[in-house]
């Protein structure tokens, strides 16, 4: 990453550019709806049909093990991303400063989303909702984020800030459509296609030490929203018959109240605190 700080006559400008690069170095099937490689379903996985005479079945030779591992899987793709960030403040009154910020930042997904099952370890036999294999060629989530506030000094002992928030994420981790097999039986595979976002609007007020004491409060409305809580949500859905999420709703994480508090006393041979929360 490069960055730098521009102080002019009344402006503070902090930009930056950041380049993030990824590559999970794994395999995904070149074929999804053929994923037992020691136990083809397709015959022309199990047999070698290269004579093209228009038919593949068992007048021709079994293929190998060998010869699948020629076709059978295809590398995952690299992923990088260029984010820029601009943050500025400048005063607005003798005694208030306006500020915001706006970036891009670049999230790789968790470990367990991409090696899940790495193997492919589904059973040939098997019947009915198999379960979630990993992906190893995910994508990674995108997050835009823009803020503005002001801070405002109230007298010489107590300042005032207001913050207001939002937060796009893009390519939120879900289960996508299910993989048929045959014989009723399905697997899942994690995909890009979710959203959500977050917005909110903090209020803080600061008491300076004097006196021996200062304090802080802070109250935070927020309200996150989006597809699913989590990538296993629309799986666990098709598990119960229930219809997976189709609109933006609450996040679990959505908390619209947090008020936060604490109190120093002391000076500089001690000195003692009190924190409270309330969500």
């Not at 730098?4 to 503070?12: A, C, G, N, S, V």
């Not at 136990?39 to 060998?66: A, M, R, V």
């Not at 470990?111 to 589904?122: M, Q, R």
């Not at 989590?230 to 609109?247: D, I, K, T, V």
């Amino acid at each position: 990453y490069v960055q730098d700080k521009i102080e002019l006559d009344e402006l503070i400008i902090n930009i930056g550019l950041r380049y993030d690069y990824f590559d999970s170095n794994g395999n995904i099937l070149s074929d999804p709806t053929d994923p037992f490689i020691y136990d083809p379903i397709k015959p022309e996985h199990i047999y070698d049909c290269s004579n093209d005479d228009g038919y593949c079945g068992d007048n021709e030779e079994l293929q190998s093990l060998e010869d699948r591992l020629e076709y059978w899987y295809a590398p995952t793709s690299s992923k990088s991303m260029i984010s820029p960030r601009l943050g500025a403040s400048f005063p607005i009154f003798d005694k208030g400063v306006f500020h915001f910020s706006y970036g891009h930042f670049f999230q790789i997904p968790k470990f367990e989303l991409l090696y899940y099952n790495a193997d492919i370890a589904l059973d040939r036999g098997g019947t009915g909702n198999i379960g979630v294999i990993g992906n190893p060629d995910l994508e990674p989530q995108k997050t835009i984020s823009y803020e503005i506030g002001i801070q405002h000094e109230l007298g010489n002992q107590y300042k005032l800030e207001v913050t207001s928030y939002f937060r796009d994420v893009r390519d939120w981790v879900s289960t996508g459509i299910p993989v048929n097999l045959g014989g009723g039986a399905v697997y899942y595979t994690f995909v890009n296609k979710d959203y959500s976002n977050v917005r909110g609007i903090l209020l803080a007020l600061d008491r300076k030490y004097m006196n021996s004491f200062s304090w802080h409060m802070d109250y935070t409305f927020q309200i996150v929203e989006g597809s699913n809580s989590s990538p296993e949500e629309e799986f666990g859905a098709q598990l119960s018959n229930s219809e997976p999420a189709r609109s933006i709703i609450p996040l679990d994480w959505d908390q619209r109240h947090n008020f936060n508090a604490s109190v120093f006393m002391g000076n500089r041979n001690w000195g003692a605190n009190v924190i409270m929360q309330y969500g």
